[in-house]
């Protein structure tokens, strides 16, 4: 789908998708680094509708007890790949964004913005670098 996109947007000069475990194999340093990893807690992993619990996979969904054990490893890495001012956006769940936002300032991360879904919900972060 990621490749699809670029390839719609004409975006192949631009944007340079790499591999890995969170992060690439290789050094590299982005301007932003966009993450949607799994963020439920294995409660709310038992609370989901039934149809999602059925159809999608556990492990694409559930973080851990908590469900911000994949954002917390992100955050406290993202700065070493980030270049100063570049940027982090991070999809979150239902209420974490408190919990997120101490790990964000000690990793040297300011959050910019929040934005809400169509429910109204605190969905994404965005966090910069500092300059």
Same mark, same amino acid.
């Given at each position: 789908?990621?490749?699809?996109?670029? /390839?719609?947007?004409?975006?192949?000069?631009?944007?340079?998708?790499?591999?890995?475990?969170?992060?690439?194999?290789?050094?590299?340093?982005?301007?932003?680094?966009?993450?949607?990893?799994? !963020?439920?807690?294995?409660?709310?992993?038992?609370?989901?509708?039934?149809?999602?619990?059925?159809?999608?996979?556990?492990?694409?969904?559930?973080?851990?007890?908590?469900?911000?054990?994949?954002?917390?490893?992100?955050?406290?890495?993202?700065?070493?790949?980030?270049?100063?001012?570049?940027?982090?956006?991070?999809?979150?769940?239902?209420?974490?964004?408190?919990?997120?936002?101490?790990?964000?300032?000690?990793?040297?991360?300011?959050?910019?913005?929040?934005?809400? /879904? !169509?429910?109204?919900?605190?969905?994404?972060?965005?966090?910069?670098? /500092?300059?």
């Amino acid at each position: 789908m990621l490749k699809r996109n670029i /390839d719609r947007f004409g975006l192949q000069d631009r944007v340079h998708p790499l591999a890995g475990d969170l992060f690439p194999a290789r050094p590299a340093v982005f301007q932003m680094i966009v993450a949607n990893p799994p !963020y439920l807690s294995r409660r709310d992993w038992r609370q989901a509708p039934r149809e999602i619990r059925l159809h999608e996979p556990q492990e694409a969904l559930v973080a851990g007890p908590a469900g911000t054990e994949m954002l917390e490893r992100i955050i406290v890495r993202a700065p070493l790949w980030l270049e100063s001012g570049g940027c982090l956006l991070l999809e979150i769940g239902q209420g974490q964004r408190r919990a997120l936002r101490g790990l964000l300032q000690a990793a040297g991360l300011r959050e910019v913005e929040c934005v809400r /879904d !169509y429910a109204g919900i605190e969905r994404i972060i965005v966090a910069q670098k /500092d300059r």
